[in-house]
């Protein structure tokens, strides 16, 4: 049994490196979205709009979003079980696959570099602005960079590593319950008015369930940076340890630190969401200038560390449950 679940996440895998997320296409975490918009709409109008009611309907949606999605998933795996187990095993591979985010992350992360290349200064604002959840009418051209770069350094935890994760721990089961959770923070998990309390249970349990995984990420990019050529593997090391918990979230920095580290950059600081300006420490040294070719570094970056991830994640659960006896 775990090495075709082994071999389900690893073809899951490639099917993401080569298929990536196409648009038009339908997908798991589309559909877990408008679940999310849907129960969010009834929650509101069955729950008071005070701190106490907003709390409860925030804890309300995580528990049924989790339920939902624990049941469908059981329900298809064992249905196409019944059908046949290859069945069922071409359903496990399309649920890895579709947990997984590295070359939608890359490429979109990609787009921002393109327009930079173009000389299209708003076409760069608007690809950014697909990718970040800050306001980017204010951002110049270095702001853009950083947070192109930001967004694929916390997502190489988010929707890479950590999905692999939870996908080692769990099966395919644990890799959906993951994406809900990391997709319900991501849509309500904003520390503003409509969201500070309604979205709390969801930023919480995404941060408990992110606090191992986004080390691991942290200490994989490390690795990864030592790698390639053309990285600070030391300067990662470094800046990790001094600025890993400069972020309001616990996990945010993880990734972040290793990252600007890795390219001598300063990353992270003051940042507008919803036309609020929020004070944030800065994460990295200001060793040089952001360009546009750092989007691509930090896209390689992201990819080495998936790769060594998936391999770390593969021997350890080959070891742990008995395959090899060391």
């Known amino acids: 049994m ?15 490196l080569i298929v990536g997320d196409p648009q038009g296409w339908p997908h798991l975490v589309r559909l877990i979205g408008w679940m999310i918009q849907k129960l969010e709409i009834i929650l509101r109008k069955h729950f008071p709009g005070t701190k106490a009611g907003q709390l409860a309907a925030g804890r309300e949606i995580v528990i049924l979003v989790l339920m939902a999605t624990a049941i469908g998933g059981v329900g298809l795996l064992r249905i196409s079980d019944r059908i046949h ?16 985010a590295a070359k939608s992350l890359y490429v979109e992360s990609g787009k921002v570099w393109q327009m930079f290349q173009q000389s299209d200064m708003e076409g760069a604002r608007a690809a950014v602005s697909m990718i970040v ?9 270095a702001g853009i960079i950083r947070a192109a770069i930001e967004t694929v350094a916390e997502n190489a935890s988010d929707g890479v590593v950590a999905p692999l994760f939870y996908l080692f721990l769990l099966g395919p089961l644990g890799g959906i ?28 349990t995404d941060d408990l369930l992110n606090w191992i995984p986004s080390r691991l990420s942290a200490l994989l990019m490390i690795l990864a940076a030592w790698l390639l050529p053309g990285y600070d593997g030391a300067a990662a090391w470094r800046i990790w340890r001094r600025d890993r918990h ?4 616990p996990n945010s920095a993880q990734t972040e630190a290793a990252c600007a580290g890795a390219l001598h950059l300063m990353l992270a600081g003051d940042a507008w969401y919803f036309g609020e300006l929020h004070h944030k420490p800065t994460i990295g040294d200001p060793d040089r200038e952001a360009k546009a070719d750092d989007i691509r570094k930090a896209g390689r970056l992201m990819l080495m560390t998936a790769f060594l991830a998936l391999i770390f994640f593969t021997a350890s659960s080959v070891i742990l449950r008995g395959g090899v006896k060391i």
């Not at 520390?191 to 309604?198: A, G, I, L, S």
């Not at 400069?246 to 979230?249: F, I, L, T, V, W």
């Open 2 to 16: 775990i090495y075709e679940m082994t071999a389900a996440i690893w073809m899951g895998f490639v099917m993401d």
């Open 85 to 100: 187990p290859l069945i069922c095993f071409i359903v496990s591979v399309f649920l890895c696959w579709q947990v997984l």
């Open 133 to 141: 959840g800050r306001d980017t009418d204010c951002l110049d051209q």
């Open 177 to 204: 319950l993951y994406k809900a959770v990391n997709t319900m923070d991501s849509m309500i998990g904003y520390q503003n008015e409509t969201y500070r309390y309604f979205g709390r249970a969801a930023a919480k």
């Open 246 to 249: 400069n972020h309001q979230s």
